[in-house]
Structure formats: C-alpha cells, structure tokens
C-alpha cells in the first residue's frame, strides 16, 4: 500500500447517517485512499452520549462528547449532528480554524447558509452538501456544475422522503399518518422531530437550497411558502387515485415573469395532485425525484434515495472524496453565484391550477350558484365532475381550475365555504407538474 499522507477528519454525529460514514471511512480506508491519493484518518466521532447503542459497530475509543476539541486541528469536519445549534458554531469554528466542512444539514444551510459561505470564502475553504437535498441522488454536483452554463426554468421535485413514504402507504396500504409515521421513523427516513417532514419544514429547507443555486439568487427560508401533508386525508388520496392522480409532497421551485416582463421567481412546498403519467407519480417510498426543466437541456429527472443511513452516507463519502481531493491536487473551491439576486414572489401573487372538491346539496340552481362563485372571483373553470351517493342523497362535484391567482382562488373557496349551496368543502389542492 503506498505510503500515503493523511487528512485528519472530524465526524460530529453518528446517529443513522454519521454511524454508515463512520463504518464506510473504516472499511474502505485503503480503497478511498487510493482514490484521492491521501488516506482519510478519522480522528474522532462526537456524540452526545458515549456509551449509547449504535447500528454499527465502531471503536469506543473513538467517541468523545468535546466537539469543539476534537475539531481542532481537523483538516475535514463532518457534520452530522443536524439542528441549528451547536451545530452552527461548530461549523463556524471547523471554517474559522482552516477545516473544510461537509454537511447534510439543509436546515443549518437554508438558515445560516449566507454566513457560513460567506466565512468560508473569505478564509478559501469548501462546504459540501450533496447529502443536504435528497439525500443519495446527485443534485447539488449536476446544479452548481453540470447545468451552470444553462438556465433552469423549474424545478419540481419531491424532497422529503418520510412524507412520500408516508402518502405512499396511505395509498397503498390504506394507513393513517401516524401509522406509516412510525415506520418511517424505525427505518432512520425521519427528522430527529419529524414534525419537520410532517409540516414541510424540512422539503422548504432543501427547495430554498434547490433554488438558489437554479436561480443563482439566495433564498431565504422566510419566502419560501410551506405546506405539509396533516391536512392530507385517506379520503383525498382514495378520491386523486380515482381520477387518476397521486397526491405528493412537492417542491416547485420556478421563474415566474411579472407582466412587465421582470425576472421573478417562486419557492414552495405543499400537497399537490400529480397526473399518474408524469415521472414523479411513480416515486414510491422514501424515494426522492428532481423534476428539472432547463432551456438547452431540456427535461432531466434525477431519481433514487432520499433518506436512510447508508445512502445518504454514500453522498456524504463523495464529497469527502472531492474535497480531500482539493487538498492534494490544490485548487479553489466552490464559490456561491448568487449574482441574479431575482424577487422572490409572495404565493397570494402566483397562478396555479387547482382541484376543488365540495359536498353540496343535490337540488336544482346549485350549480348556477357556485359557478357564480368562481365567476365573480375571476377563476375559470376548467372541469366539473358530479356524483351522488344514492344513500345519502349527497352530490360531490369535483371541480379543476384554469390556472388563477393564488389571492382569487383562496377569496373563492372562502366564499363557497360560505354559500348555502356547499355542505362543505371537502378539499383543496393544486396540480402540479403538468406546464
Ligand atoms: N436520516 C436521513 O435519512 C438523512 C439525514 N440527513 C441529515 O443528516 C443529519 C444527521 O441526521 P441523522 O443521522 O438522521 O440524525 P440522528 O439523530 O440519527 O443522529 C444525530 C447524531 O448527532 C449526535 N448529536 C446531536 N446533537 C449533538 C450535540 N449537541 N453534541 C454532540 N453530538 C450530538 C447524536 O448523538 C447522534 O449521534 C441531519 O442534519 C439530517 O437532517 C440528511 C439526509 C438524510
Ligand atoms: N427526514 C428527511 C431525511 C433526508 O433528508 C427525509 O425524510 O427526506
Ligand atoms: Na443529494
């Protein structure tokens, strides 16, 4: 074995993704080494409990509860712990002291992330975050560096792999949330809290990442519109598969032009319908897909895991591989490109289509009357479907929408939840992934 030079790396983690870096840095010593021509020497694993139980099998002698010690004299820090703090200081501290950082904390990068790059160009180091958005599939690479000479016009991905499971087996198994929750949970997909799958917290954080390097603009977390999937029900799942939709935690991310011709741009996440031919409809699981359309490439999909210990790791040794790699063969780094700096459109201001589904009462001038909602708001009706349950005697009409204004749509179904007509408004979501 050649006499390489060693790197020292710093792990801060060995949770589901930390414990399957830990283990591949040690099994695959020799071979990595040969890859970047100096050998990875893991230095030191912090944890917050030692003596914990672990999926893997890793040297005691490795742990420590000091991470602030144990990154001192780090040629590499890992960071793997997830949450804002300490991570932030600690990563603060890696770049402060000469470290380049890898991370798979998108919710530190979509918060801090203007002040981690920041200190990290002023000092020439690298933070790599391929593992931050959906988890093993290369998308952070193919953004910054394989699209960077084209223009990307949108993104529709979806980011966040507990969700999809979750929407998954609701469809296919018939499980509430909190069922399928709990599984994804035991199998390592889920957030530390879960409430950031559950609520959108964690896909708003990736799609702010997503979006800035697209639109070469920072993306505040802020302006980012989040929805999460508590308010998805069986009965809208049972209801899209009968119209031949799936229902999908999505993220759009896209350049919306304002009339005069500016350059805008929108970020979101929420429930959406998605037609069961397009390439998204058939990501099962804890899958995650990256829906990109750009104006020379055209359409690309990016597929593959999004969450679990194992593959996410592989994503997180890539970047160990490029940036220990800069450490032999020199080089600058990565820098952000945020030049464009494009307005970030409030969501009341963007056209989507949608598909509205109403209880209403089975007598006649009920349709008269709710056609007169959406005419007097201004939103055109692209589709109308009725049925009535002969036991009850209660019609459902399932209504699609040409694409309105988000303020019209929302003034809409207020006021149809208001109208005599509608026994209730049984649900509202928009469909995506068909421009
Ligand atoms: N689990 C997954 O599938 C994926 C996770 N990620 C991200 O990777 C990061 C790690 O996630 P997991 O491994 O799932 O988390 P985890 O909760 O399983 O592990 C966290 C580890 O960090 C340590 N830790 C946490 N706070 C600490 C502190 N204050 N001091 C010392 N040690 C501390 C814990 O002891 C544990 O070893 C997070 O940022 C997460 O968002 C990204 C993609 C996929
Ligand atoms: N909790 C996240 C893990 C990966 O980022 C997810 O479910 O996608
Ligand atoms: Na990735």
Redesign the pocket.
Known sequence: MFDYRSLRVAL???????AQVARLLLEESDELANRIGARLELVGI????VD?PRDVDLPRELFT?D?ERLILGADIVVE????LE?ARSLVLQAIGSGADVVT????LLATHGVEIFDLAEQVGAQVAYE??VA?AIPIIRPLSESLAGDRVERIVAILN?TTNFILDRMDSTGETLEESLAIATEL??A??DPTADIEGYDAAQKAALLASLAFHTTVPLDQVHREGITTVDAAQVDSAKKQGYVVKLVAVCERVPGEDGTERISVRTHPALIDGRHPLAAVHGANNAVFVEAAAAGQLMFYGAG???PQ?ASAVLGDLVAVARRHVVGGPGLVASDHAALPIVPIGDICTSSQITLEVADRAGVLAEIAGVFAANGVSVARLEQSTDPNTGRATLVIGTHAARERALADTVAALSQSSAVVAVASVLRVEGTK
Do not use: H
């Open positions: 801060l983690g060995a949770g589901t993704v930390g912090a944890v917050r409990d914990a509860t991470a793997l712990m997830g949450g300490p798979a904390n998108k919710a593992a931050a988890g792999g390592g997909y957030e530390a969450a679990g210990g996410t």
